[in-house]
T-cell receptor, first 112, second 116 residues
């Protein structure tokens, strides 16, 4: 079945440093979604990318969808302690509805 | 309501007990999903409803797991004869349609199940 991997599994940065997580799918995706999960919380939708090569920005966050629509990245510029959490990418399995296959996640820790 | 709600938030069960987990989706949302999230892992799909119809239950781990949504709104996930490996957070999500690939899924806070 479809598999979605993320690297790194974990990253610890100092506040102000940049952070990037990479997402790779075993199959071509119709779209890629990114979620953030705070410790003890639930996944919160961040953004969705649909087009090949698409780049979207949300303040300090930059999301990119690969040309082949099999990979994606999330880059955070000048991290803040509020960025702490686990970032998941997710892609829909081709079943005719939004059955999401989540990536393995990247846990981000930011020290002040 | 304003968002997806789930109850109880925490459940401790003795091995062999039956449990029922409830999900109240966002009003008017047609699609409802259940996911299981083990510690340190990403959510994994369990089952999907479109209105009251269960269209996919391929992710349910065993026949001890049963889900229903009889009136197309509230859903219940039931686990019979719980085992320790059932310990996880059970997340419910809803979306307006679910059939359009651009739909956003909104997640509830989850129920953390611990089986002793």
């Amino acid at each position: 079945g479809q598999q979605v991997m993320q690297i790194p599994q974990y990253q610890h940065v100092q506040e102000g440093e940049d952070f990037t997580t990479y997402c790779n799918s075993s199959t071509t995706l119709s779209n890629i979604q990114w979620y953030k999960q705070r410790p003890g919380g639930h996944p919160v939708f961040l953004i969705q990318l649909v087009k090949s090569g698409e780049v979207k920005k949300q303040k300090r966050l930059t999301f990119q969808f690969g040309e082949a629509k099999k990979n994606s990245s999330l880059h955070i510029t000048a991290t803040q302690t509020t960025d702490v959490g686990t970032y998941f990418c997710a892609g829909p399995e081709n079943t005719g509805f939004q059955k999401l296959v989540f990536g393995t996640g990247t846990r981000l820790l930011v020290s002040p | 309501g304003a968002g997806v709600s789930q109850s109880p938030r925490y459940k401790v069960a003795k091995r062999g007990q039956d449990v029922a987990l409830r999900c109240d989706p966002i009003s008017g949302h047609v699609s409802l999903f259940w996911y299981q999230q083990a510690l340190g892992q990403g959510p994994e799909f369990l089952t999907y409803f479109q209105n009251e119809a269960q269209l996919d239950k391929s992710g349910l781990p065993s026949d001890r797991f049963f889900a229903e949504r009889p009136e197309g709104s509230v859903s219940t996930l039931k686990i019979q004869r719980t085992q320790q490996e059932d310990s996880a957070v059970y997340l419910c999500a809803s979306s307006l349609s679910g059939t359009f690939y651009t739909d956003t899924q909104y997640f509830g806070p989850g129920t953390r199940l611990t089986v002793l």
